[in-house]
């Protein structure tokens, strides 16, 4: 088992930025892909961003690439989600998941621990 935290979401204007957090428990995670996802309400969970964590190679949802950065803290077991630049259609929940399974990182259905969640709103 893998457990999952998240933080820092919040409310923002337009153009502001907001740190995601999302601590690790309960495996190595050596071999595991980290992967930021969201959803807002009525839509479909979308693939953000994620990391390898023995590496740190890094993928992200093109759209997103120029104003999302995703980061791995080794010593603090966690995944950073740096979003600048939001617009009110980056409002969604914002999920942290693990995978150690082969499979395409970016669909949701390939990770196999989720986090609760944590809510990012933007305002116009």
């Known amino acids: 088992q893998v457990q999952l935290v998240e933080s820092g979401g919040g409310s923002v204007q337009a153009g502001g930025s907001l740190r995601l957090s999302c601590t690790a428990s309960g495996r190595d995670l050596s071999t595991y892909t980290l992967g930021w996802f969201r959803q807002a309400p009525g839509k479909e969970r979308d693939f953000v961003a994620a990391t390898e964590w023995r590496g740190g190679k890094t993928y992200y949802f093109d759209p997103v690439n120029n104003r999302f950065t995703i980061s791995r803290d080794v010593a603090e077991n966690a995944v950073n989600l740096q979003v600048d630049s939001l617009t009110p259609e980056d409002t969604a929940l914002y999920y942290c998941?693990?995978?150690?399974?082969?499979?395409?990182?970016?669909?949701?259905?390939?990770?196999?621990?989720w986090g609760q969640g944590t809510q990012v709103t933007v305002s116009s």
């Open positions: 998941a693990a995978k150690s399974s082969n499979g395409n990182l970016r669909l949701s259905g390939t990770y196999a621990w």
